[in-house]
Each structure stands twice: as structure tokens, then as C-alpha cells.
């Protein structure tokens, strides 16, 4: 039985959530990010978008290339708000889904024409989401996620295609390989030196010669642009977690000490997050007493991946927490309501240079093979002794305190 995979995506997503609370943003160019010069557009309306601006772009060039666009602050907690309600209509209608990131979903609805009709279920779906929740959202749909996601893409804003069973190749053949999933900005520009400007090049290319240009990805990208692409998708699951635990030697009631090792937690955890192309929308710190009692809390956060949002977080818990003053035996930090990738690094409260700092210390972590690599001075000692829970997504080696850098 051929797969009938359904890609939905909210169009301009936090821009249009503006637009709800604020009509005046209709129809006019809109930049929603950080507001100074050193901000960063987090989204942009299309018609912000037809003077050159995209997302990730600094605001200062956005401002220069569209004067007269109107500026928005943002609203995380509005955004994972309206995101929730979205992803629980279609829970609602849907078997199998994955939460892509806080603006986009992938359906499986295999086996489904034979009881409802995969066409009109959904549109019905599309339809409903657009009536209940007022923000536009496009769709793609063939027998796979790559060729719906890029059919979502190509009927923009505010539309919906569908790549009729065994049209995909050609479908795809004259759309430029930036198309494709898995084709940044480098991968792009080596296949441009290599004269493949478009899908149907690839198409042609032997499957060796792509693979020995690109590697293993070379295999998966080739076998993309052939409109072949057998990705299961990951059904979302509103309470998987990841978390961190330590039980001390000794139980103490330094103060100081428990605060830098849930510091440390909440780094480590973060860096997790981003390695998994993970989001977590939900915080609990949990602290076990020397008499075993043991007390946790949590908080409702916006969608984040970031180490200083789920350090502030984290401590702010924990000072509610640490009501009792007495020896501690375990502490531990839990990420929980994950969902895939999408916004890595918040682009409504960082500037580009907090961005480019947490690439490059990522980059840095991954290539050496060590998270513990660069931390925060304060913290440093704490690293060793940290138990990872549940799943983390790397299995990064510790690494001695003297191999670390400050």
C-alpha cells in the first residue's frame, strides 16, 4: 500500500498570531524579532519578504531594506499558545502525527480513502484549523514527507497541492535543488560549482557520483530528488522527556553548590536539546531531601532549546523550591513536552551575536566530540558527576576538568 503523508504549515507563523491580536498588521509589512540594531528577524510577512528580508536576517538590514515595514516585539508564550491548540485540533482528528516544530505537522494518513476520502479529510482538517483558530496554514500531499513538504512549500501562502501517486519525479525535476530538504547554504554551493542547479540534474546523475561528492547524505539526497523518500515519521508525544539527576556523596545545604550544578543541568540539558533537533516546552527541577522526601516543580515555558532561558528557569524554581533549608540528597533538572527542531536559538530575545556564539559552541562541542568542552567558569567542577535520565540524543564522552576551557 502506497503512503499518503500529509505536510501542514502555518503560514508566517508569528506574524500571523500578531495579526490576531492586532488588525492593523494586515496587509502591511511586518518584522517580528528583536527591535534593535543587533536583533534578529524571527518572522516577516510576505510582504516584508518581497523587499529582500527573511528570517534569521539582522534587523538592522531588515529596516534598511524595508523602512517602512511595522516592528513587533513578539510574544513566545502567545506563539506556543496558539501552537498548542493548533497541534491539539489535529491530534484530535489525526492517528499518527509528528510535531515537525512549533509551526509545522506531518500526518500519516495511509489506509484513510478507503473510509473518508484522503483528499476532502484533508482539506476538511485544513479548513477547520483556518475556522477555529483564524491563521492560515498550507498543505502539502503525496506518498511522502520530502515531495509534501516541498509541495507545502510551492503553495504558499495559504494553500494546499497535491503530487498525484507517481508523478514525483517529475513533479520535482524542474524545481531548483534548494528545494530539497538537507541542501544549506554549503551543500548548495558545492552542487552550484558542480553545475547542478536543479532537481532534474540530479535526477540524471549516477547515485555513486552524488555519494562521492557528499558522502552518505549523498545517498539520501539523490534518493530524494528521485521523489523516493521511506522516512517513517516520529509521532509526537506531548510527554517525552529528558533529564538530569545527581546524588550526592554527602548531603548538603550549600546553597551556592546547588544552584551551579542545577546551572549545570540545565546547560547540558539545553545542548541535548539542540544535538536532537529538540524544543522543550516544560521545566522541573526536583529536590530529595536527607529524611527521602522528595518535591519537584514545573513550568509552562515557551518552545526554547536555549542554555541561558532554561538556566533563568531553572534557578527560578528551584529558589521556589528550596522552601525546607535542609540537607539535600539529590537534586535534578527535567526537560519534558519535547517536540522536533524548528527555532533552535530564540530569535525574539537574542542578538546576532548571542546566535553566532551558541553555533560556533555547539560546533566546537560536536567536532571535539565533548559537551563539557565550553561552559560557564561557575559551573565547570559540577560536570562529572551529573547522571543523565531517559534518552539523551549523543552520547558524548566526559572528558577530565584540565582538557576543558573556560
Not at 20 to 31: E, F, H, T
Not at 126 to 144: A, F, W
Not at 186 to 212: C, R
Amino acid at each position: 500500500m502506497e503512503r499518503s503523508i500529509v505536510h501542514l504549515d502555518l503560514d508566517t507563523f508569528f506574524v500571523s498570531v500578531e495579526r490576531l491580536q492586532n488588525s492593523k498588521l494586515c496587509g502591511k509589512p511586518v518584522l517580528v524579532g528583536g527591535l534593535s540594531d543587533r536583533g534578529v528577524v524571527a518572522s516577516c510577512s510576505y510582504e516584508a519578504r518581497s523587499f529582500g528580508v527573511h528570517s534569521g536576517m539582522s534587523m538592522k538590514i531588515a529596516r534598511r531594506l524595508c523602512p517602512e515595514a511595522m516592528l513587533v516585539r513578539g510574544d513566545s508564550g502567545q506563539y506556543s499558545k496558539h501552537s498548542k491548540i493548533v497541534t491539539e485540533i489535529i491530534r484530535e482528528k489525526m492517528p499518527i502525527v509528528e510535531k515537525a516544530s512549533i509551526d509545522e505537522f506531518y500526518l500519516d494518513m495511509t489506509g484513510m480513502d478507503k473510509n473518508f476520502g484522503i483528499d476532502k479529510y484533508s482539506r476538511e482538517l485544513r479548513e477547520t484549523i483556518i475556522k477555529n483558530t483564524g491563521l492560515p496554514i498550507s498543505m502539502g500531499l503525496s506518498i511522502n514527507k520530502t515531495v509534501s513538504k516541498i509541495a507545502t512549500g510551492q503553495s504558499k501562502p495559504n494553500g494546499q497541492y497535491r503530487v498525484p501517486q507517481g508523478d514525483e519525479k517529475g513533479y520535482l525535476a524542474p524545481l531548483s535543488i534548494r528545494k530539497l530538504p538537507m541542501v544549506g547554504n554549503e551543500t548548495f554551493q558545492v552542487l552550484t560549482e558542480l553545475g547542478i542547479k536543479t532537481i532534474a540534474t540530479m535526477q540524471q546523475m549516477p547515485q555513486e557520483a552524488v555519494e562521492k561528492v557528499l558522502g552518505k547524505n549523498g545517498t539520501t539526497l539523490w534518493l530524494r530528488a528521485q521523489g523516493i523518500d521511506y522516512t517513517p515519521l516520529k509521532q509526537y508525544h506531548e510527554r517525552e522527556s529528558i533529564s538530569l539527576e545527581r546524588t550526592f556523596d554527602k548531603d548538603t545545604i550549600d546553597v551556592a553548590a546547588l544552584k551551579n550544578i542545577v546551572m549545570a543541568m540545565a546547560e547540558q540539558l539545553a545542548y541535548q536539546l539542540r544535538m536532537g533537533n529538540k524544543l522543550t516546552a516544560c521545566i522541573t527541577v526536583k529536590l530529595r531531601y536527607s529524611d527521602m522526601q522528595t518535591y519537584s516543580k514545573q513550568q509552562q515555558i515557551p518552545y526554547t532549546s536555549c542554555d541561558h532561558t532554561l538556566i533563568e528557569r531553572a534557578l527560578h524554581i528551584f529558589d521556589k523550591l528550596f522552601e525546607r533549608r535542609q540537607l539535600v540528597r539529590l537534586v535534578g533538572v527535567r526537560c519534558s513536552h519535547l517536540v522536533e527542531g524548528g527555532h533552535q536559538i530564540n530569535l525574539l530575545d537574542d542578538s546576532v551575536e548571542i546566535i553566532q556564539l551558541y553555533q560556533k559552541m555547539d560546533y566546537l562541542r560536536k567536532k571535539y566530540k565533548d559537551s563539557r568542552l565550553i561552559t560557564r567558569a561557575a559551573i565547570m567542577d559540577q560536570l562529572d558527576n551529573l547522571d543523565t535520565q531517559g534518552n539523551p540524543f549523543n552520547g558524548d564522552p566526559v572528558v577530565p576538568p584540565a582538557h576543558r576551557h573556560r
